[in-house]
């Protein structure tokens, strides 16, 4: 079945470092990938999204590329802030209009001052 | 300006006693989900209503129901908790799917069974 794969955390991090969080996915058909941010004591946001192959989403200095040939869509951003901790989430909707998203367990990012 | 608006924050029932969560959106989309989610784990979606059609994932348990009376409102009822459905429920929205696939999310709440 459908499934999304990303790295355990915690990851904590200095403030102005550079953050990877790898997501892969398993998908049979054509995927939407998201990723989505909680941030403490708040429901899940959009971060952004890619909806084909070689799209880059981009959002708040956050950037994350669809790469179907390696079933990935890594989240990054050049330089962390301390506002940026939170619990992100790599998702995808097998095909363009569907209603079920699948989520991948969370990361949790620590930023220190 | 909430938009999806989960209630309350916290809920604390006995064991086989019915309880029943809220959600409710400002934001007049189509499609409202439930989702459960436990600690470190994936939100796992429950069931969505597209408009007044009734969705149910095919490994939700029968004691897990839900309504939604009207376009703003959805419920969650779980008829008989047991210790193992203590979690974090999120309600989600979304507009048709075919047209924008972003859901937006309530709050959660974090239901505790004794």
């Keep these: 079945g459908n499934s999304v794969t990303q790295m355990e955390g915690p990851v904590t991090l200095s403030e102005e470092a550079f953050l990877t969080i790898n997501c892969t996915y398993t998908a049979t058909g054509y995927p939407s990938l998201f990723w989505y941010v909680q941030y403490p004591g708040e429901g899940l946001q959009l971060l952004l999204k890619a909806t084909k192959a070689d799209d880059k989403g981009s959002n708040k200095g956050f950037e994350a590329t669809y790469r179907k040939e390696t079933t990935s869509f890594h989240l990054e951003k050049g330089s962390v802030q301390v506002s940026d901790s939170a619990v992100y989430f790599c998702a995808l909707i097998e095909d363009t209009g569907g209603f079920k998203t699948i989520f991948g367990a969370g990361t949790r990012l620590f930023v220190k001052a | 300006d909430a938009m999806v608006i989960q209630n309350p924050r916290y809920q604390v029932t006995q064991f086989g006693k019915p309880?029943?969560?809220?959600?409710?959106?400002?934001?007049?989309?189509?499609?409202?989900?439930?989702?459960?989610?436990?600690?470190?784990?994936?939100?796992?979606?429950?069931?969505?209503?597209?408009?007044?059609?009734?969705?149910?994932?095919?490994?939700?348990?029968?004691?897990?129901?839900?309504?939604?009376?009207?376009?703003?409102?959805?419920?969650?009822?779980?008829?008989?908790?047991?210790?193992?459905?203590?979690?974090?429920?999120?309600?989600?929205?979304?507009?048709?799917?075919?047209?924008?696939?972003?859901?937006?999310?309530?709050?959660?709440?974090?239901?505790?069974?004794?």
């Design chain 2, 19 to 114: 309880v029943t969560l809220s959600c409710s959106q400002t934001l007049n989309h189509n499609v409202m989900y439930w989702y459960q989610q436990k600690s470190s784990q994936a939100p796992k979606l429950l069931f969505h209503y597209y408009d007044k059609d009734f969705n149910n994932e095919a490994d939700t348990p029968d004691n897990f129901q839900s309504r939604r009376p009207n376009t703003s409102f959805c419920f969650l009822d779980i008829r008989s908790p047991g210790l193992g459905d203590a979690a974090m429920y999120l309600c989600a929205t979304s507009r048709d799917p075919r047209q924008e696939e972003t859901q937006y999310f309530g709050p959660g709440t974090r239901l505790l069974v004794l």
